[in-house]
């Protein structure tokens, strides 16, 4: 455990600002509950997201996109819930709320405003992408961790305003990663506070798994193969160029993660083309 600085935050810090993040509204809570019940039918997921107008058009725009479109129109939410599965409707649901959330500037970590948003989205078709070269059998639950992984940003970023000097120099003069800096300046890093909004929000525990551990996935244990998915994402994103904070390259890469999803070069540079494929040809990401 690293010892932390003056300037830790408390426990009670953490939870008085996790409780200023929105709760899911309930018609996203109902939705969410529908997709994991396997009684309830595409009619039924149909009759709640309509309720819901901006969400309609969203999950419709995703669903006749370039990463989901098959060969027809889809023109009911009923007709994507059939042909791309519920667990397909759930991400894009997710993707839909949780974009209001990080849709802000954080100048902590030098990211304007969209640009957390922007990311975590590409990260979520990053994710999706290796899941699916990886035969992941959830491919849409990958694209979920991809999209919530940094969550913990919102709520650290002001703590890292402050302390960005004592973060930087501990990354530059010590040679530590950007987390493990987080940890002795602030006492908790990105991953730790993200995992205690997925709490809140009462995802499940695979996912709040992914977002505590995704810097460091030799930890987890409820569902290893989804952690090394989204943290091999993460370094592809920035090997891209996409990422863009002053985070950047300063995080540790654990190979273990290659090896434990069988990838080998060839299959990730064809990972990063298709990512890049889709990034290019397609108005992919959401406006919120
Ligand atoms: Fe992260």
Not at 100 to 119: I, T
Not at 140 to 147: P, R
Request: with cysteine; hydrophobic share 45%; aromatic share 6%.
């Amino acid at each position: 455990m690293v010892e932390a600085k003056s300037k830790a935050l408390t426990m009670e810090d953490i939870i008085s600002k996790v409780k200023e993040i929105p709760p899911f509204p309930q018609t996203v809570m109902r939705i969410i509950e529908l997709t994991n019940d396997p009684r309830s039918g595409a009619k039924d997921l149909e009759a709640e997201i309509m309720k819901d107008q901006g969400l309609t058009t969203q999950i419709l725009k995703l669903a006749n996109s370039a990463f989901y479109r098959g060969r027809r129109k889809i023109d009911t939410v009923a007709d994507a819930s059939i042909l791309l599965g519920f667990s397909a409707i759930q991400s894009m649901v997710l993707a839909t709320v949780v974009g209001s959330v990080m849709n802000k500037e954080l100048p902590g970590y030098a990211l304007e405003k969209e640009a957390l948003w922007k990311q975590s989205q590409i990260s979520a078709i990053m994710t999706r992408t290796i899941a699916k070269k990886v035969k992941y059998s959830k491919p849409d639950q990958a694209y979920t961790a991809g999209l919530l992984r940094d969550i913990g940003k919102v709520i650290l970023d002001t703590y890292v305003e402050n302390g960005y000097d004592e973060i930087n120099a501990i990354v530059e003069n010590e040679g530590r990663s950007f987390i493990v800096a987080e940890e002795i300046v602030l006492g908790y890093h990105h991953g730790q506070i993200g995992a205690k909004i997925a709490e809140k929000w009462n995802l499940p525990e695979e996912l709040v798994e992914v977002i505590a551990c995704h810097h460091n996935p030799a930890v987890a244990f409820v569902n290893p193969e989804l952690v090394a998915i989204t943290h091999i994402s993460d370094s592809l994103v920035m090997m891209m160029g996409i990422h863009i904070g002053i985070d950047g390259l300063a995080y540790e890469f654990f190979s273990d993660s290659v090896k434990l999803l069988g990838l080998d070069d060839i299959m990730l540079s064809e990972i990063m083309s298709e990512v890049a494929d889709v990034i290019q040809t397609d108005d992919i990401l959401l406006e919120i």
